[in-house]
């Protein structure tokens, strides 16, 4: 069961509940609660309890079915379907309840709107791995950072198909260079997470491929330092602060400030002499 919305015209009640006054929106406000008014008077009601439609929505939860494929299937609204799944509602319209109740429980029906999520994974990892961060890679893609940081990490078998086709797209944009993020490069190399060249456009996508790569490397401490440093002159060239700079890359204040002194000085301190 699929149930398609009509986009709200005037004449009906749901223009009303946007804040219209025309007369015919302000009509349809009075009929339905004309109606609604004398089913109570005959002692009907249009709501119902609301346990047993949790419980239908747990079964189908425990059968396979994500609350996105609820909502889709049924057209019931999260803002009414969570508060439902959580046991907080004491009643639910009956129309919602015959909504729900309509999808038998067992699998999911084939979800064309979702896909496998192994190469939006590979790419929000390998992005990682060169230097992109959540917040960045997510402000492309047009999600909330932590919902992209639940994909990277595999937590989701599938995705979205507009959701892999935007991080397509995005990765091909943003894999073209390494991005300025020490601390997402430092997380990605713990996570054994690997980079663009590990990948083609054959194999990225295939759940069965393995990467052409050698095991990843531990950076050294020059080489550690190098991107730090990297890192620091790439940020202090936008105007952050020096707070904002060990704030973002998680180091120490005094660090970055003797960092900056340098790149400013436009000299390197002989760290040697400085620890005799």
Known sequence: MTTTRTPVQHGERRCYLRGCRRDECMDANYRYMSRLRLD?????????????????INQLLEAGWTQ???????????????????????????????????????PPPADETDTDATGTVRRLQALAAIGHSYPAIA???????????????????????????????????????AGPSAHSRLNAARLGWHGP?????????????QPETDEPQSLNRDELAAIRRTDIEHLDGFGASAEEIARRLG????????????????????????AA
Request: aromatic share 4%.
């Open 197 to 209: 060249l590990a990948w083609d456009d054959t194999t990225i996508d295939d759940p069965n491929a």
């Open 68 to 106: 996105a494929q609820i909502e889709r299937a049924t057209g019931v609204n999260h803002r009414t379907l969570s508060p439902l799944r959580m046991d907080n509602c004491a009643n639910v319209h009956n129309t919602t309840a015959e909504r729900l109740f309509a999808l038998s429980v067992g």
């Open 251 to 274: 180091m120490g204040l005094s660090t970055v400030r003797g960092v900056v002194a340098e790149l400013r000085a436009g000299e390197r301190r002989d760290r040697t002499k400085a």
């Open 40 to 56: 109570y008077e005959r002692g009907s009601t249009r709501r119902t309890d609301a346990k047993p439609v949790t419980a239908h």
């Open 139 to 177: 402000r492309r893609v047009g999600i909330h950072k932590d919902a992209l940081g639940v994909i990277a990490r595999g937590e989701r078998a599938r995705v979205r198909v507009e959701t892999a086709k935007t991080v397509t797209a995005v990765y091909r944009h943003l894999s073209r260079a």
